[in-house]
C-alpha cells in the first residue's frame, strides 16, 4: 500500500486479488459498501443521490454520515462529498465538504483501487488537522476492510 500526503489531500492506494467487477460493487452497491465500511445505509447509490447512514464500528456508534454521490462511472471511478470524520450530535450543514474518489485499474494480479480524499484545506481551521489526521488514519483502516471483503 503507497501512502501520499499533502496538506489538501489523502491519497492511498492498494492491490485487490480480486476482479474490477467484484471491487465495484463492494463500492457501488450501498449494502455491500456499508458491510466493509462499517456503516448502515438508508439508499442506494446513484449520481445525485443524497444518502444517510449510522456508523455500526465499535467506538462511533450513533455518527451520522451523508453521502452526497457525485459520479460513478462503471468499474472505473465513484465518487462522493461528505463531512470528514464527523462528531455525534454536531451539525456540519453549514461546513464545506471533502470529495472523496475511488478509482479503479485493472492490473496482473487484480485490482489496484485507489482512494483520494481532498479539500481538507476548505475544512475550518479548528477541526481541519483533526478530521485529515482521523481520516488518513481511517482510509488505510478501510482499505484493509475492503480487501478483506472482496478478498474473501
Do not use: C
Amino acid at each position: 500500500m503507497k501512502l501520499h500526503k499533502t496538506e489538501d489531500r489523502i491519497e492511498k492506494e492498494i492491490v485487490l486479488r480480486a476482479p474490477r467487477s467484484r471491487v465495484w460493487r463492494a463500492l457501488a452497491n450501498a449494502e455491500q459498501f456499508g458491510a466493509w465500511f462499517g456503516i448502515k445505509l438508508d439508499g442506494a447509490f446513484t449520481p445525485g443521490a443524497r444518502v444517510h447512514g449510522q456508523i455500526t464500528s465499535p467506538g462511533h456508534e450513533g455518527v451520522t454520515i451523508e453521502f452526497a454521490i457525485e459520479r460513478m462511472d462503471p468499474e472505473s471511478r465513484l465518487s462522493y462529498r461528505w463531512h470528514p470524520y464527523p462528531v455525534a450530535g454536531v451539525d456540519y450543514s453549514s461546513e464545506p465538504t471533502t470529495l472523496v474518489e475511488f478509482r479503479l485499474e485493472e492490473v496482473a494480479i487484480g485490482t489496484q483501487l485507489t482512494v483520494v480524499e481532498s479539500g481538507f484545506d476548505r475544512i475550518p481551521p479548528a477541526r481541519r488537522a483533526e478530521a485529515f489526521r482521523m481520516n488518513d488514519a481511517g482510509w488505510a483502516e478501510e482499505l484493509a476492510n475492503i480487501a478483506r471483503y472482496v478478498e474473501a
